[in-house]
């Protein structure tokens, strides 16, 4: 069993900065593939980034040059750091796991930004 929990959520003005964090508990984070993902009452729960346990991450296109994914195995945590964030970037954020090879999926609770002036 692994949890997950984001933390790093907040308001925030237009074109300002945040970094979001999801610690995961367990002994398997080096082998799971992390990402962060983003919902709002009115849409869909969508992918922000994926990062990967062995390649780079993977980025949607929206969060593209703004948005940058990483991880430390060592604190078995990832991180957003989120960059010139617009209002249309208000939502929950979704920390997600899940060990390769296998079907478990993984979420967190979610952190809620909100960029507002």
């Known amino acids: 069993q692994v949890v997950l929990v984001e933390s790093g959520g907040g308001l925030v003005q237009p074109g300002g900065s945040l970094r979001l964090s999801c610690a995961a508990s367990g002994s398997a984070f080096s082998y799971m593939d992390m990402g962060w993902y983003r919902q709002t009452p009115a849409n869909e729960r969508e992918r922000v980034a994926t990062?990967?346990?062995?390649?780079?991450?993977n980025y949607v296109d929206f969060a593209k040059g703004r948005f940058t994914a990483s991880r430390d195995n060592g604190k078995k945590t990832v991180y957003l750091q989120m960059n010139n964030l617009k209002t249309e970037d208000t939502a929950v954020y979704y920390c997600?796991?899940?060990?390769?090879?296998?079907?478990?999926?993984?979420w967190g609770n979610g952190t809620l930004v909100t960029v507002s002036s």
């Open positions: 990062i990967y346990s062995d390649s780079e991450p």
């Open positions: 997600w796991g899940r060990v390769r090879g296998l079907k478990a999926n993984y």
